[in-house]
């Protein structure tokens, strides 16, 4: 049921989100013919907002690239740190405010530029090929899981501590304990999940399919970096 209600306010958000930022979007009025079925309407209905909210997203996404991902990325990344907290269920301890704060700006302000600027030099380096089965397709996963991948994981202890008041030399003790497995848990999701948006994703779109795959990654990380 948390997650249900978790899902419901993460899509609440991003459609109010999309809809701020599209140029021109405007609300439809739906008028149904009298004696039209209860179920049918609300079928509908969520069909055609859910087709509502996509259309808003595509059109802020081209309109405002960068703000729109990184907002997408900072409202998903706090909601998994919230459901990363559910899951931890220690006994009467409340939300943690600021750790989910923590998560959220850090998908507002690093993680979705970092692959924002990432992909554009990735593929501006490397242009995608039409086919997804390429060499190419190899060579892009091989970059960003075994030079990309480490460099960013360092980031984010470096990046969560600071932001929680850890020192220097605390933040190294962490990365010392926890750096290796993190690793090695990250290669068994991101591997597979690098090579469909490498291969299958529209360029546009692959921040976006990130923030959704981040959506299981911050529960992992967020906790490992507060046990």
Not at 29 to 37: A, D, E, N, S
Not at 55 to 81: C, F, M, R
Request: hydrophobic letters at 50%; proline letters at 5%.
């Amino acid at each position: 049921m948390q997650l249900y209600r978790l899902a419901l306010l993460v899509s609440s958000v991003l459609t109010t989100t999309c809809q701020a930022f599209s140029p021109g979007m405007a609300r439809k009025q739906i008028i149904l013919p009298k004696g039209h079925p209860k179920h049918t309407t609300t079928t509908s209905l969520y069909v055609a907002g859910a087709q509502e909210a996509w259309t808003a997203y595509n059109d802020a996404l081209q309109a405002n690239p960068l703000l729109v991902k990184s907002v997408t990325a900072g409202v998903i990344l706090g909601a998994a740190d919230l459901a990363g907290q559910a899951f931890e269920q220690k006994e009467n301890k409340a939300v943690d405010i600021a750790r989910t704060a923590r998560f959220a700006f850090f998908g507002l302000v690093l993680q979705a530029p970092w692959n924002h600027f990432y992909y554009m030099m990735l593929d501006g380096a490397i242009p995608p090929t039409p086919e997804p089965w390429t060499a190419t397709t190899g060579i892009k996963v091989v970059i960003d899981q075994f030079v990309q991948a480490p460099v960013f994981t360092v980031l984010i202890f470096a990046f969560l501590g600071f932001l929680e008041g850890k020192s220097a030399a605390a933040i190294k003790a962490q990365l010392d304990e926890d750096y290796v497995d993190t690793m090695f848990a990250n290669w068994k999701l991101w591997i597979p999940a690098t090579v469909i948006n490498i291969a299958f994703i529209k360029p546009e779109l692959r921040v976006l399919y990130d923030n959704l795959i981040f959506l299981v990654w911050t529960i992992y990380l967020s906790t490992i970096l507060n046990s």
